[in-house]
């Protein structure tokens, strides 16, 4: 995982076919992570650098979605944040290209599987 991303998943075993990273040079100025999940691609993370150019998520999502489809996979879904930036830039990139937003009242949870393999 490049430094600096904050993505929350520092610390977790990644798929690293389902990693996508820009670059600069030797700069990460990006990165996404995704996973399959029952015939969808699920867009878990896009994080872009403070002062990289906004294209760069488009880029990424670009790259994700290319491979995605040579993977035969025909949709995907994400969670965007609209009080962030780059989640709002994200909003109008997919508008344009059709998306739907799903605005309905939801919770994301997050645990361990350790701790809940225990009930």
Known sequence: MPAGMNTGYENMPLQIDWVWVA???DTPLGVVLAAPCHGLVYVMRLCVKDGANPHTALALLRACMKDAQNRGFRGFFFHVDPTVEIDRHVLVICRKVGVK???VPQVLLVGSVEQARRY
């Open 101 to 103: 937003p799903l605005t």
């Open 23 to 25: 670059e600069e040079g």
